[in-house]
């Protein structure tokens, strides 16, 4: 290489660098969308035994702060957690989050 070419090689160097430190430091960081603020599980659906297990929990800690809406389910106490087990579901069972008044998930077990 001659020696033009390694000073263009650094001044091309030193140019990429301060762009990217520019970039890093100056650039606003990009927003997260919020959460959403509405509590809910997710279930896998048995209908051999009309069961609900826990699958996701969003935003919910508890078993008190959800109600059967609609349809028929028992719902385990305590604290929520992932293999939580609701049982003897009949008809379309929905629920609410008494926290927020919003009604989540609806399972169909009509037979």
């Known amino acids: 290489m001659t020696k033009k070419s390694i000073i ?3 001044i091309l160097s030193v140019i990429i660098v301060s762009i990217g430190v520019y970039w890093f430091v100056v650039s606003p960081p990009v927003e997260e969308t919020p ?14 035994t009309n ?17 059967v809406y609609s349809g028929h ?4 106490t305590g604290p ?3 293999g939580d087990v609701v049982m003897n579901c009949t008809g379309n069972v929905q629920f ?6 919003t009604i989540f998930t609806g ?3 009509s037979e």
Not at 51 to 67: A, F, N, Q, R, Y
Not at 73 to 76: D, G, K, M, T
């Open 107 to 109: 399972y169909d077990f």
């Open 80 to 82: 929520i957690d992932l």
């Open 8 to 10: 263009l090689f650094v």
């Open 96 to 101: 609410l989050n008494t926290k927020d008044q």
């Open 73 to 76: 389910a028992l719902v385990p």
């Open 51 to 67: 069961t609900l297990t826990v699958t996701e929990i969003h935003g919910l800690t508890t078993w008190e702060d959800i109600e």
């Open 35 to 48: 959460p959403d603020e509405s509590g809910y599980l997710l279930f896998q659906e048995n209908l051999t």
